[in-house]
């Protein structure tokens, strides 16, 4: 089975320039999940959907920063205008009310590299 | 994290057992999970608990104390892959927020 595919996997960008980020959720998953990991700052949730709706959007930075889903299979995250504190590495991941939304699973994530 | 508390390393021998401790603020408290991220790469889910006690999962076990804002992950007959960084994290209220996580090295 694929599991969450996220692309692209690395991502250099200059400061001001927008940057979309891409998941696919695993196949009948009802949660999506976006999160931010960097050293300063640990594993930070963003956004999550559930069966395509935002549930909690508390952890975006800022108005810079949105998420759609716009079907069960695909989810983007846009920063509009990037910053270099954006840096991180972003995952997104999945999981099932029929299980858990406890047990995600991840993708591989973006590396994001703001200069 | 937010009011997650883990030690921040842990160093233990091939073949013996550890525990990795977590402390959290009840409030709020929905559930609480364990993950196994090696270094690079995207964590892993290990375990959860909404109630309290023990959960054993092969060598892997997760305790709770919703009381005391407590848990531990213990781990068994320790391997060198075993070394990774683990993070503890809950549910409160409809947001996920996880720990700074415990970095273990298993030395042979």
């Known amino acids: 089975d694929a599991g969450v595919i996220q692309s692209p996997r690395h991502e250099v960008t200059e400061m001001g320039q927008e940057v979309t980020l891409r998941c696919k959720p695993i196949s009948g998953h009802d949660y999506l999940f976006w999160y931010r990991q960097t050293m300063m700052r640990g594993l930070e949730l963003l956004i999550y959907f559930n069966n395509n709706v935002p549930i909690d959007d508390s952890g975006m930075p800022e108005d810079r920063f949105s998420a759609k889903m716009p079907n069960a299979s695909f989810s983007t995250l846009k920063i509009q205008p990037s910053e270099p504190r954006d840096s991180a590495v972003y995952f997104c991941a999945s999981s099932t009310t029929l299980v858990s939304p406890y047990e995600q699973y991840f993708g591989p994530g973006t590396r994001l590299t703001v200069t | 994290g937010q009011n997650i508390d883990q030690p921040t390393e842990m160093t233990a021998t091939e073949g013996a057992i550890v525990q990795i401790n977590c402390t959290y603020q009840t409030s709020g408290f929905n ?8 270094a690079g790469e995207a ?3 290990l375990s959860y608990n909404v109630l309290d006690g023990l959960e054993e999962k092969g060598r892997f076990s997760s305790f709770l104390s919703r009381s005391k804002g407590y848990s531990y992950l213990l781990l068994k007959e320790l391997q060198m892959k075993d070394s990774a960084s683990y993070l503890c994290g809950n549910l409160r209220g409809q947001n996920f927020v996880f720990g700074p996580g415990t970095r273990l090295s298993v030395l042979p």
């Open chain 2, 31 to 38: 559930g609480l999970f364990w993950y196994q991220q090696h």
């Open chain 2, 43 to 45: 964590p892993t889910f």
